[in-house]
């Protein structure tokens, strides 16, 4: 039985452009446009797809920066104005339809809404992370902090945006997410905040 049980093959995740064998849990990921779907990519594939001439295709590669900018102050009211009702959100833009989307975990699942363009001009539009966002492929990440500490905000790949969603599908209960959901954000964010540099002359990839 532990003979069995140690030597069950384990499933390996793939590229799904070439077909080779990828890290389970660290690799690249294309945004397919056309489908509105993540692929997971190798590194040559993901390179191949970040060369400049490759943009504008219906794959991108999805860049793996993670930026905060400390100068730019966001307070409570941002929430209202976003109309987000839960605490964690993050937004990115639809290049095709030209759309400014914002995507939040509630108790019915991750739930999309379009944002009206007047709503983010208030919030973000002076904002150098949204100046530096590019469609499609990366999000802003925002999260309003227990206690009235300021929101923190992170421009991120967009494929950790999903990759949360899906978590939070499997952990939220209740209106609140419950503690389980709210640990596993906890853990998330610190992750993120460790990672993000600051923007300070930071160009286009
Ligand atoms: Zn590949
Ligand atoms: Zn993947």
């Known amino acids: 039985m532990r003979r069995f049980l140690t030597e069950r093959p384990v499933p390996q995740a793939r590229c799904e452009l070439c077909g080779a064998v990828v890290a389970e849990d660290s690799h690249r990921h294309l945004v397919d446009t056309d489908k509105r779907a993540l692929a997971c990519a190798c590194v040559s594939c993901a390179l191949l797809f970040e060369r400049p001439g490759a943009a504008g295709g219906r794959f991108r590669a999805v860049p793996d920066r993670y930026l905060a900018d400390p100068d730019h102050r966001l307070d409570d009211s941002a929430w209202d104005v976003l109309q987000i009702p839960v605490g964690v959100a993050f937004f990115f833009r639809n290049a095709a339809l030209n759309r400014l ?5 509630s108790p019915a699942g991750a739930t999309e809404s379009e944002l009206e363009p007047s709503a983010w001009q208030t919030v973000l539009g002076n904002s150098r992370l949204a100046a530096l966002l590019q469609p499609d492929v990366e999000a802003l990440l925002l999260r309003r902090t ?45 992750q993120v905040g460790r990672r993000a540099r600051t923007v300070q002359g930071e160009g286009r990839p």
């Not at 989307?101 to 975990?105: E, M």
């Open 146 to 190: 227990q206690g009235g500490g300021r929101p923190e905000c992170y421009l991120v790949p967009i494929d950790i945006c999903y990759e949360l969603v899906g978590r939070m599908r499997l952990l939220w209960q209740g209106f609140d997410g419950g503690a389980e959901a709210r640990a596993d954000l906890e853990a998330f964010f610190e």
């Open 101 to 105: 989307v914002a995507l939040y975990p």
